[in-house]
């Protein structure tokens, strides 16, 4: 049974609004002189890029303590006897001799130890550690990941989480390829994430097995440049690097369509209308196949007449159009679709 005064923290039920990276961004610079806060995400998001950019972007010097590798004294200081009386000295890096203002980012919080949480709570809520103030207008700026991510957490007491703002972060794909553009990720990389969004963060799997984030995706395609520089990017090691970083299935997609120069790859549309175009392989079909279908799902198979729907539809096998119209046929009913899946169904049926 929990204590009163801790709170199962991060719950999916407890934290139901969530933001972009870049929305966090602007909150943070806009109040985090004044107001504490707290993002919590999954792992591999980016959050700590993020403050480190924010900050930056502030003219405020960043400097960081992780979690998990400090203790109370490394928050609240150590004694020192100065004439009759005790003085506490906080560490340099919470209160150096130079009285500017900069951003202090306590990474992993939820992962401290409770010692360490309560020792914090004076630094969140009124900018002062013992009878020192921080500088005016420093930022204090913590982040971590949730109960259901799996990771390091442990129950963050409510007086601490009644100090901060916590923002809750999601993954936003368009923010994320704006990011991976201006950092080089590869090409093929951007369209398999863009063809199959879904790729860009899976869910944390029970297993400690590696799983496909923003971080991974960015961390293979840093991995595939160096391979491919000292001239080692085989097939195998492709394999071996994605299968190293990302979800399995992921990994499985994304080396079987490599060798099929996936970077060239067209929008869905253009498949749609022009079939003849489809990959010969049996994986790269699958993938332009899932692709159309996530477009069908989410409605953004738009501005094709019925016409080339129709003998889209008609050209393929029967099991392609069963797996495109699985779940979908109000959707594909809307594009038009009618006169083909009456075909099949005709053929299905064997009328």
Not at 4 to 24: H, R, Y
Not at 269 to 293: D, T
Request: hydrophobic share 45%; glycine share 6%.
């Amino acid at each position: 049974m929990n204590h009163p005064d801790v709170a199962t923290f991060g719950s999916a039920s407890a934290l139901e609004e969530t933001i972009t990276l870049q929305q966090a961004k602007k909150l943070i610079q806009c109040m985090a002189h004044e107001q504490s806060f707290l993002l919590l995400a999954p792992p591999g998001v980016g959050k700590s890029e993020m403050v480190v950019q924010a900050a930056q972007e502030a003219g405020l010097p960043c400097r960081s303590l992780l979690g998990t590798q400090i203790a109370p004294e490394d928050v609240s200081g150590i004694p020192r006897i100065i004439g009759e009386r005790s003085v506490f000295c906080p560490p340099r890096i919470l209160l150096p001799e130079n009285p500017e203002p900069f951003c202090l980012f306590l990474d992993e919080l939820p992962a401290c130890a409770p010692d360490v949480q309560k020792a914090f709570y004076s630094l969140l809520l009124e900018r002062r550690l013992g009878e020192h103030q921080l500088p005016a207008g420093t930022w204090v700026v913590a982040a971590g990941n949730r109960m259901q991510d799996r990771a390091l957490v442990r129950a963050m007491s409510s007086a601490l989480v009644n100090r901060v703002t916590l923002l809750n972060v999601r993954v936003d794909h368009e923010e994320w390829f704006t990011w991976a553009a201006r950092h080089q990720v590869r090409p093929e990389i951007l369209s398999f994430v863009r063809a199959m969004p879904d790729a860009l963060m899976r869910p944390v799997p029970p297993d400690p097995v590696p799983f496909s984030t923003p971080r991974a995706w960015a961390l293979l395609s840093r991995a595939l440049d160096l391979a491919q520089g000292a001239g080692v990017l085989t097939r195998e090691a492709r394999r071996a690097l994605a299968f190293g970083r990302l979800s399995a299935e992921d990994a499985a997609v994304f080396c079987a369509l490599a060798e099929e120069l996936i970077g060239a790859m067209q929008p869905a549309a253009h498949y749609v209308e022009h079939p003849e175009a489809l990959p010969k392989s049996e994986a790269g079909r699958w993938f332009i196949l899932n692709c159309i279908r996530q477009q069908v799902r989410d409605d953004k198979l738009i501005g094709i007449k019925p016409v080339a729907i129709n003998r889209f539809l008609r050209g393929l096998p029967a099991e392609n159009q069963l797996t495109l119209l699985t779940d979908l046929v109000e959707r594909w009913g809307a594009l038009g679709a009618d006169k083909a899946m009456f075909d099949l169904l005709k053929s299905v049926a064997k009328i």
